[in-house]
């Protein structure tokens, strides 16, 4: 299993004018992701898992301190490059480990076809056989959004600015380019998200600092739950 790296994780909802003045000062100072495309974004699609009492739903409404959710993730419509993930939060830190799956090996896991998985070499996905099997965690819905990223190294620092993020809503259809979603919170949801390890730069701690907007927790996944 990989070592589990802890890291702080601030997240302010911004508007569009905190958005724009805040993406400036970091086109300054910072480097965009290399992964972003000519625009300087790209496209998320993730599907989320939970089991049939809505244990991570609930975990995150109660703040429940140690707590953990299972993802499945890809990039600007690329089958190709496929994670399985999970997220903890212990203590206030986070973390996150990943395992490479392909499209064929997706779509198994969606129609619960999982015996192959614990015989897997790797742990994550021996984790997951082992909650979708005895904890009946199961797919539960798509999120998407688009993401704007930014990296400062002296910190280990990320910053992400995501925006249009849409629910699929009861949706499990994680290939399908046509399938129906909608707005969360129509154009207004956009959420600055900061990650790093021992400290945050002062010159960066500056830069998100938006109009004494205060750090909030921020669940994608439970925002979109509200639909379904």
């Not at 702080?8 to 480097?31: F, G, P, T, W, Y």
């Not at 996905?125 to 199961?138: A, G, I």
């Not at 900061?194 to 921020?218: G, H, T």
Request: proline share 2%; with cysteine.
């Amino acid at each position: 299993m990989q070592k589990q790296k802890l890291r702080h994780e601030l997240k302010h909802n911004i508007n569009i004018s905190d958005c724009i003045a805040v993406r400036q000062r970091l086109r300054a100072i910072v480097k965009r992701d290399p992964h972003a495309g000519s625009e300087g974004n790209y496209k998320i699609r993730s599907l989320y898992f939970d089991n049939i009492d809505d244990k991570a739903l609930l975990e995150k409404i109660n703040g429940v301190n140690n707590r953990e959710k299972f993802r499945i993730r890809y990039y600007n419509d690329n089958f190709d490059y496929i994670r399985l993930e999970k997220k903890s939060k212990i203590n206030g830190l986070c973390s996150k480990i990943s395992a490479r799956l392909t499209k064929e090996q997706c779509e198994k896991i969606i129609s619960g076809e999982i015996d192959w998985m614990k015989y897997s070499d790797n742990p994550l996905l021996v984790e997951l056989y082992t909650k979708m099997k005895f904890q009946q965690l199961r797919p539960k819905t798509l999120v998407d959004y688009t993401r704007e990223a930014f990296i400062y190294e002296p910190g280990n620092v990320r910053i992400t600015i995501d925006s249009n993020i849409r629910t699929g809503m009861n949706s499990k259809e994680l290939f399908n380019q046509e399938v129906a979603t909608m707005r969360t919170h129509g154009n207004s949801t956009i959420i600055l998200e900061v990650k790093f390890d021992e400290f945050l730069p002062s010159v960066i701690r500056d830069i998100i600092q938006v109009n004494n907007r205060q750090s909030l927790a921020f669940s994608k996944y439970a925002v979109c739950r509200m639909f379904g």
